[in-house]
Every structure is written in structure tokens, then in C-alpha cells.
């Protein structure tokens, strides 16, 4: 059982910066971060195989793309997710999560396929 922690979430304006972080106790293949916003589905933002040294095997959903980074550090054994410009559409609960999805991890993460989750941490950017 893998032990997530993740943490870092704020409120911020239009056009802000954050980062998440994930503490996970335990190994990891593929790690992922998922949203969900009040009345939608719960959707998989970006993942990352945590294996990878001097190199990065990622996914990122379009919504995203150009604007988030995702990363992993092996020694600290924590998964990030650096947010830039950020907009109100990225209000949401963010969670982290932990698995071995069956189509490796430069995929659109399914939640079926995470089967270790944090507890989630709020993020909200005003208009």
C-alpha cells in the first residue's frame, strides 16, 4: 500500500503560479495528478513514470499543455505539479495518485487504473 500526501494548494489570482507537491511512502511506476471541479467529473491532468533519471516519460491533458509541468524526485520520493498562468477553469480539488495503469503511465490516466490516492488539496484562482 502506497501512502500519498499531497499538499499545496491555495487560492490565487488570474495569471498566478503554484506547486503541489505529493509525498509518497512506498514505490510508484506511474504517478498522476487528478482534478475535480464542483458538478464535473473527476479528470486526469497530468501523469509521470517515476523511474525515469535524467529523463521524463509524461502525459498531459490538452487543458494544460504548455502551462503545467509535472516532475518526479527520486531521492525525496515526491511527485510535483508546477502551475503557471493560471486560470478560474483550473479551480478545482487536486489529487494525487499512484499506480500501474496497463498502457504505462504517457497516457491519459484513468481513475480505474490509480489505486492509491492523497487526501487532495483545494486550488482556486479568482477571475
Not at 512506498?26 to 523511474?51: D, H, L, N
Not at 509524461?58 to 509535472?70: L, N, Q
Not at 499512484?98 to 487504473?113: D, M, T, Y
Request: with cysteine.
Amino acid at each position: 500500500q502506497v501512502q500519498l500526501a499531497d499538499s499545496g494548494g491555495a487560492s490565487v489570482q488570474a495569471g498566478g503560479s503554484l506547486r503541489l507537491s505529493c509525498e509518497a511512502s512506498g514505490y510508484t511506476f506511474c504517478m498522476a495528478w487528478f482534478r475535480q471541479a464542483p458538478g464535473k467529473e473527476r479528470e486526469g491532468v497530468a501523469s509521470i513514470y517515476t523511474g525515469g533519471v535524467g529523463f521524463r516519460i509524461t502525459y498531459y491533458a490538452d487543458s494544460v499543455k504548455g502551462r503545467f509541468s509535472i516532475s518526479h524526485d527520486n531521492a525525496k520520493n515526491t511527485m510535483y505539479l508546477q502551475m503557471d498562468s493560471l486560470k478560474p477553469e483550473d479551480t478545482a480539488m487536486y489529487y494525487c495518485a499512484a499506480g500501474r495503469p496497463s498502457g504505462g503511465c504517457a497516457v491519459s490516466p484513468l481513475i480505474s487504473e490509480y489505486g492509491d490516492w492523497g487526501q487532495g488539496t483545494q486550488v482556486t484562482v479568482a477571475s
